[in-house]
């Protein structure tokens, strides 16, 4: 009998958005032959403004009104396989309290009440996976002390201590250092954990790219040949597309002929509309070409038909498109963001240059233009498939899983004796 595997993410697709947080879903699905893996999820709907009541007094009054009879209510979902493959348990449910600490200890005990409903149901889970501790390391650990079940964390923010609310913060250090295993996608989340007082060792896991949906590889550049770059990323602070399209001004002065496809700018962030304007004042709207969305196929028709991946952002825990961007064979030039992903750039595999420093980007494109530097599209795969393909991280993962399993058990054994 396969042992179960509860995914606790702190955010998951939705029917609006089957992007944000799909690499959850991936990796739950990948070891769901393994394990008979479940993801739970809670929408949480907060109070209307009492302030609207001054406002608009009939339209708050309703909003109230509907808030507090609409209770907590299973999800409808598409039934197709984003949803079911593996199986999502999502509520929507309201949380009213006076305090923010109050609403936070709701949410805790909305997760218990909802797992002791699969328990009832004779579903119990022998590991937790939480995705972030920001809910979902903290559930997870709640649940350890009310019912003793190990859990796994893995933190996918950048993470500062102090960004989350006084209440919280001895609970976050906790959950981190309960932890039966903490994984971390690249060395600069160790750091950052052990700047903020938290004295763990996280093993590094890094990402998964499904080799099988980026199966497409780019040809091989000719030098001389005008360059096809492109960038994905929404149109935040940390991205840093400004750093980018100076660069790219940079290219133009040189007289090198370049053209940027720049994908995923409406995902999230607030910098959308100055990117534009910015594109348009510097007369860039000649070789810039902005696509809002694309789905994850097509994404790999996008990175394929390109001949470098282009990375500025000033911070990053882990780029999954670099490594998408990889197994298309892509060599990847990179701003040193931290992230994990900046880990697996080598002379093979790209290149990687100070953030900010647009100059040392475009000396490195210059030098692919000039032929100084070659990649083989092939080698750029077949070693970021080593590494962060389906079987390498499926077999990673699914060993941290047992281990923290056996390690429960020795322990309880142990204190029992």
Not at 161 to 187: H, M, Q, V
Not at 235 to 257: M, N, Q, V, W
Request: proline letters at 4%.
């Amino acid at each position: 009998m396969l042992k179960k595997l509860l995914i606790l993410p702190s955010w998951y697709i939705q029917p609006e958005d089957r992007i944000n947080g799909s690499f959850f879903q991936e990796q739950a699905r990948l070891v769901s032959n393994h394990f008979d893996v479940k993801v739970l999820f809670f929408r949480f709907s907060g109070q209307p403004s009492i302030r609207a009541f001054f406002r608009e007094p009939v339209k708050a009054g309703l909003a109230w009104l509907q808030f507090i009879l609409k209770g907590r209510s299973r999800t409808v979902l598409p039934d197709d396989e984003v949803f079911t493959n593996p199986s999502l348990i999502e509520y929507e449910t309201r949380i009213i309290g006076i305090t923010q600490r109050r609403r936070y200890q709701k949410r805790l005990k909305a997760y218990l009440e909802a797992l002791s409903e699969l328990m009832v149901a004779g579903w119990r889970p022998d590991l937790i996976h939480a995705h972030s501790v920001y809910l979902g390391g903290l559930v997870a650990q709640n649940i350890k002390q009310v019912y003793g079940i190990p859990y796994v964390i893995t933190e996918h923010k950048p993470f500062v201590l102090c960004n989350y609310p006084d209440y919280t913060r001895e609970d976050i250090k906790s959950a981190f250092e309960n932890a039966d295993i903490a994984l971390s996608l690249g060395y600069e989340m160790v750091r950052q954990l052990g700047m903020n007082g938290i004295e763990i060792q996280p093993i590094l896991v890094y990402n998964l790219v499904d080799e099988l949906i980026f199966n497409k590889i780019c040809t091989v550049y000719e030098p001389g040949k005008p360059l096809r770059i492109i960038s994905v990323g929404s149109a935040s602070f940390y991205k840093d597309h400004r750093t980018l399209l100076r660069a790219c001004i940079e290219l133009k002065i040189r007289g090198i002929p370049i053209s940027l496809t720049l994908i995923g700018l409406k995902i999230w962030g607030d910098l959308y509309e100055k990117t534009v304007d910015f594109i348009n004042d510097n007369n860039l709207q000649d070789i810039v070409t902005v696509v809002d969305c694309v789905d994850r196929l097509e994404l790999c028709q996008y990175l394929s038909s390109h001949n470098i991946f282009l990375v500025t952002s000033v911070f990053e825990t882990f780029c999954v498109s670099i490594i998408e961007a990889l197994a298309c064979g892509l060599p990847v030039i990179t701003t040193n963001h931290g992230g994990g992903s900046v880990e697996l750039i080598n002379k093979s595999t790209g290149a990687v240059v100070p953030v900010r420093d647009y100059h040392a980007i475009a000396d490195r494109i210059v030098e692919v233009y000039n032929g100084k530097v070659r990649f083989e599209p092939q080698t750029i795969r077949d070693y970021v498939v080593s590494i962060c393909g389906n079987e390498a991280f499926k077999k990673r993962l699914i060993g941290y899983y047992n281990y923290a399993i056996e390690q429960f058990k020795y322990k309880i054994n142990l204190s029992q004796n």
